[in-house]
């Protein structure tokens, strides 16, 4: 199945705290007021112009820093659900397959598009395409795409 996606596309180095700011952690709790200050910090026309389906292209250590489970749920409450960096904070990571949103390490995709660009993700040959290249992405153990496609690790469960 192909899907296309529009992009955001983000630097190095994105921390959890410039996806979701510290200072809301402990004050918001719905997940749609979560996600009114996603990137607010970095950038902030995306909430406001963020569209299901969109998804973000990224450089180095996106996500990296806290646990805050409010980075993800901010993007996923979005309809981001495809995510591809450089490289990813280990729990940043964790929380996208969690939540169901496809975290991907492709170098040099990041490079190759800027915001507003769209790609074509392929599920079935795991590639995206992205400016008339073809990226392969990493195979998915059937755990991982279980929870994928369930739309998260609790929506798995549920159905389990």
């Known amino acids: 199945m192909i899907t296309t996606h529009r992009v955001w596309v ?3 180095d994105v921390n959890t705290d410039l996806i979701f700011p510290g200072k809301y952690t402990y004050t918001l709790r719905d997940p749609a007021a979560i996600a009114a200050h996603a990137l607010e910090d970095l950038d902030p026309t995306f909430a406001a112009n963020a569209h299901p389906g969109d998804a973000i292209i990224a450089g180095r250590s996106w996500g990296m820093g806290s646990s805050r489970e409010q980075a993800v749920t901010a993007l996923k409450t979005l309809g981001v659900r495809l995510i591809v960096a450089e490289s990813f904070g280990g729990l940043y990571f964790r929380n996208c397959i969690n939540q ?3 975290a991907a390490v492709v170098p040099g995709l990041y490079k190759r598009v800027t915001t507003g660009d769209v790609i074509e993700y392929d599920a079935d040959s795991a590639t995206i395409t ?3 290249e073809t990226f392969a992405l990493p195979s998915l153990p059937d755990q991982v795409r279980a929870i994928l496609e369930a739309g998260g ?3 798995l469960l549920k159905r389990r």
């Open 10 to 12: 983000y630097g190095d």
């Open 100 to 102: 169901g949103i496809y």
């Open 130 to 132: 992205a400016a008339g």
């Open 153 to 155: 690790l609790l929506a």
